[in-house]
């Protein structure tokens, strides 16, 4: 199997940016392609293959070396599958044919290279929260295909209630393997609009629905318990339950919010934000709790105000993907040391911002707004999972009575 590595060339200028160009060595055989990526010295790390964000970067140059290392990123995986699909045709090529594949940028036949090239363009886009879905669904198809690689024209039905079961083997609930469903199925279509295949329908035997969950929340007591709970300094459950509560305060923030908040984003005596998830602007007044939040992790030289990605530029998607774990693992036990109605994940702030938002009257269209709801039909639905449960737990007591 052929292999790659980023190289960087200093300028014989002293001062002056250097170059990164890549090598493809296959059989002792090395070619090299240039890039028009530029680099100072020290803002690559050629151990770790990574550009490298200095303290002192300016707030001009900073978004650059973060474009710089997704693009890399992106070609990383790009030549991965270039690389994947020559070994898995059986026949032999040489180093200059995966150059040759890279450089031409040719519409690859086969759904993975398709996949990580669009996961690419929307990282680019900033629709990191997307990329981050879409990743996990093809790094899911991937398991399941055991290195190889799917044309389009593969990916048909059959082939898809195969992966299904798969998922359902793994001991998956029907939204997760859903979710991984919708989102291989929006890449596909996407090839279709690009009129890389013909419409077969592969998605049409299997479950893309999503089936009804109790939304869980904590009252304003637990709230705050929470909050006043004792919890050893800088320790790792402190922090996630400072984010939990950074969450609640800023009505719900999810998790992926908090983690892209930048400095910009905050004006006078307001935060203003793009949602991932939907890229709407939501404003809301910048309270003192927040501030003493930021101030309490407050990481020099990172353009974050909350430091869920601690290293930007080095792969920020796994870093949060690790910190939702890590957050969720820790606030469930804490939520049980309190013995707390609900159990406790990031999300459950939301879902109880809304839910004490509604006791105390706010109004359907003030929560809607605060929360990012596209339409105000969407919060009553989201409000009318907490009524049902409500209703559950008094029917409950009632049934109880006559037992």
Known sequence: MAT?????????????????????????VVRQVSTSYKLYPKEWDADRQSVVIPKDTSSKRSPYLHNVQEALRSDAARLRLIILSLDHSRKAYQAKDVVK?????????????FAETLIGQKREEGHLSL???????????????????????????????????????????????SFYMRNLRAIYNQAVEQGLTPQNYPFARVYTGIAK???????????????????????TVAFSRDIFLFSFYTCGMSLTD???????????????????KTGQRITIRWEPCMQRLVDKYKNE????????????????????QNQ?????????????????????TSYVARHSWASIAKSQDVPVAAIS????????RTTRIYLKSFENTLVDGANQKVLRAIA
Request: net charge positive; aromatic share 8%; charged share 25%.
């Open 213 to 235: 969950t109790v939304k869980r929340a904590v009252n304003i007591e637990e709230v705050q318990k929470i909050k006043t709970k004792e919890l050893p300094a800088d320790s």
């Open 4 to 28: 790659t590595r980023f190289k960087f060339r200093a300028s014989s200028v002293s001062g002056k940016q250097g170059t990164l160009f890549i090598q493809v060595i296959h059989q002792r």
């Open 131 to 177: 990329a981050i879905k879409y990743q996990s669904s093809l790094n899911s198809l991937n398991r399941f295909l055991d290195g190889r690689l799917l044309t389009f024209d593969e990916m048909d039905a059959s082939q898809m209630l195969s992966y299904e079961n798969y998922l359902k083997k793994q001991g998956l609930c029907s939204n997760t393997t």
């Open 101 to 113: 594949r890279f450089l031409k940028k040719e519409q690859s036949d086969e759904f993975a290279v």
């Open 301 to 320: 030289g990172s353009p974050y105000l909350i430091p869920i990605i601690t290293c930007p530029g080095e792969d920020e998607a796994r870093q949060y």
């Open 258 to 276: 908090i983690a892209h908040l930048k400095e910009s984003d905050l004006q006078g005596d307001f935060l203003s934000y793009c949602r991932q």
């Open 369 to 376: 707004e605060a929360m990012g709801h596209t339409t105000e």
């Open 324 to 344: 939702i774990h890590l957050i969720n693992h820790h606030l469930k036990k804490l939520g049980e040391e309190l013995g707390l109605s609900s159990k406790l």
